[in-house]
């Protein structure tokens, strides 16, 4: 075992002194482009216009996605490829910057040529109804392919082995769909469990996925897409819809007159309908951030140990890859730690929004009490 530990500082010794000692003059450090961690992280966190795959700057090597745009009336369609990673113009349509970075811009006309970094061109407006494929939007439609492919099969399996052991996808869905439905729909919702069991189940696993999906660093994962606020913002909101119009009238009375609170909390001053008419906006809202929060700052934490690599790599490349093996190590662990809060952020969502529909739907029942 001593044996094989010296013979491995051994080779990594070496290795370190010809990393050190190879030729790399001055002039070609300097020509070298510096690493930014900050625009390396927010590009990979962030929505595109393109699929990247691997590579950076002008060796990157992207998947081109659909921009459809309706500008002045005409729908306007090419691929995000005619634009060069955001350097070139296409038809007098390029990609924002500054301000306007994510959208498409309209240069002016008496505009014409190549794009270059750094500079300013005239814009003569923001396409505003831009329903173009991004990364995100693609990624949506992959995890719903996904979704509809496993379920199906599922159901499939049940319809033609009805009396057998589930196996294979089966085996693996039915656990969580029946721990779901005994720890945290049932005792939620109680005999309403049936009417929203779908909705719960559907939201519990698009969550799941897509979380999973976007720890995978390669094509077709890679994306963030639950960690999109407008994602996690719509989901929230359709939990919202659902609580408040499935909402029972004892809800909205017990909102307005809070039982159990004393009266000179609800007249003349009405502070504590207030207060629960708040909560019905920030329960959605906390659902929303929750989930947007914990989901970036697990990318953006990976993204960081890999980032050290090149930061200090630029100092010297023995440190780079010395730096690399400890990055690597911390990686494997949050790569670990993320696919534990991907469990966990979608249990958690799929828990509160039971929670919020049972509270909402719960019909209160008067106990009549005998005077002795």
Not at 243 to 250: G, L, P, V, Y
Not at 308 to 337: D, H, K
Request: proline content about 5%.
């Amino acid at each position: 075992m001593n044996y094989n530990i010296k013979r491995i500082l051994s080779l990594l010794t070496l290795f370190a002194a010809i990393l050190v000692f190879s030729p790399r003059t001055a002039q070609a450090a300097e020509e070298e482009k510096s690493f930014e961690a900050g625009p390396f992280i927010l590009e990979h966190v962030t929505d595109s216009y393109g699929w990247h795959i691997c590579g950076e700057g002008d060796k990157s090597v992207t998947i081109p996605l659909p921009i459809i745009l309706f500008d002045e009336g005409q729908l306007v369609c090419f691929s995000s490829g005619k634009l060069h990673h955001g350097e070139a113009a296409y038809n007098g349509y390029a990609m924002g910057w500054g301000d306007q970075k994510g959208s498409i811009v309209k240069l002016a006309d008496d505009y014409s040529g190549h794009l270059e970094e750094g500079q300013m061109y005239p814009v003569d407006h923001v396409c505003k109804f831009n329903i173009s494929i991004t990364k995100n939007v693609c990624a949506l439609f992959i995890s719903l392919i996904l979704i509809a492919w496993i379920f199906l099969s599922v159901a499939k399996r049940y319809e033609e082995h009805p009396n057998e052991a589930p196996k294979g996808l089966q085996g693996l869905v039915e656990p969580v769909i029946v721990f779901l439905q005994d720890e945290v729909i049932n005792p939620s919702l109680g005999d309403r469990a049936p009417k929203y069991t779908p909705y719960l189940l559907t939201l519990f696993f698009f969550i799941l996925l897509n979380n999973m999906l976007g720890i995978i660093p390669i094509f077709p994962g890679g994306a963030n897409l639950t960690g999109n606020i407008a994602v996690t913002g719509i989901l929230a909101l359709i939990t919202f819809f659902i609580t408040n119009i499935s909402a029972k009238k004892e809800y909205w009375v017990d909102i307005f007159n809070t039982p159990g609170v004393p009266w000179w909390l609800k007249l003349p001053i009405p502070i504590m309908p207030f207060v629960e008419l708040i909560g019905i906006f920030t329960k959605p809202f906390v659902l929303m951030v929750r989930l947007f929060a914990n989901i970036t700052a697990g990318h953006i934490i990976v993204l960081g140990f890999i980032s050290l690599i090149f930061i200090f790599g630029q100092m010297a490349p023995a440190i780079g890859y010395g730096v690399s093996v400890v990055s690597l190590l911390f990686y494997v662990f949050m790569g670990v730690l993320e696919l534990l809060v991907a469990f966990i952020q979608a249990f958690v969502f799929t828990l509160l929004s039971a929670i919020y529909i049972g509270t909402a739907t719960e019909e209160h029942h008067e106990e009549s009490t005998e005077l002795a």
